[in-house]
């Protein structure tokens, strides 16, 4: 077996723990909190089916879902940082650029950097297609909360406040969702899933 080969076979089995990192956010049907690569695949698809929604038609949709399926694999070094969870994202910047560092490392220096690339423009959200990507990100948490009662956000303590403020950026990519996650919010806190 050659290096390249040798080097992405490494790549591709250390991924594998993504499974085994659990977020927040519950499966719909509640039975158990979703994992980082379900989460990843979710999206994924999400991007794909609503992108008629996003204000730049002109997406390139294969770099918003490469970005979607690279985004979460730092936290298998970094664990998943709550989104609500402010003392946690203190270093949370340091802690995945070392995962980054490290696991995009694995791989030959051009599908390295290839990643490293996506993972950067994911994390700037400075371009249309990181902005739409991370609006999925943060679309999809909604929905779960929204379709389990609010498991995770009464779990927390969550207020609407505080979801509408993390969450704001949809906008930069879709006023018509970022409209539509105001008014789920919004039905939340009266259905008692959300505190005001």
Not at 92 to 113: I, V, W
């Amino acid at each position: 077996m050659n290096e390249r080969l040798q080097q992405q076979l490494a790549f591709l089995l250390e991924i594998d723990k993504l499974k085994n990192v659990y977020r927040q956010s519950y499966l719909s049907d509640k039975s158990r909190r979703e994992n980082d690569a379900e989460h990843s695949w979710h999206l994924t698809m999400m991007a794909m089916i609503l992108m008629e929604h996003a204000d730049h038609p002109q997406l390139d949709i294969l770099r918003v879902m490469k970005m979607l399926v690279v985004h979460d694999i730092v936290e298998i070094d970094a664990g998943d940082t709550f989104a609500y969870d402010d003392q946690g994202h203190t270093d949370k910047a340091e802690r995945e650029q070392a995962a980054a560092n490290r696991l995009f490392g694995l791989l030959p220096a051009d599908q390295r950097d290839e990643l490293m690339a996506l993972w950067e423009e994911f994390e700037a959200r400075s371009t249309p297609e990181s902005q739409y990507a991370a609006a999925m990100d943060r679309l999809a948490p909604i929905l779960l909360n929204y379709h389990t009662g609010g498991a995770s956000w009464r779990e927390h303590g969550i207020t609407s406040e505080q979801v509408l403020k993390r969450n704001r950026h949809i906008a930069d990519s879709s006023e018509g969702l970022w409209t539509f996650v105001q008014s789920l919010v919004e039905d939340a806190v009266n259905r008692g899933y959300l505190k005001r």
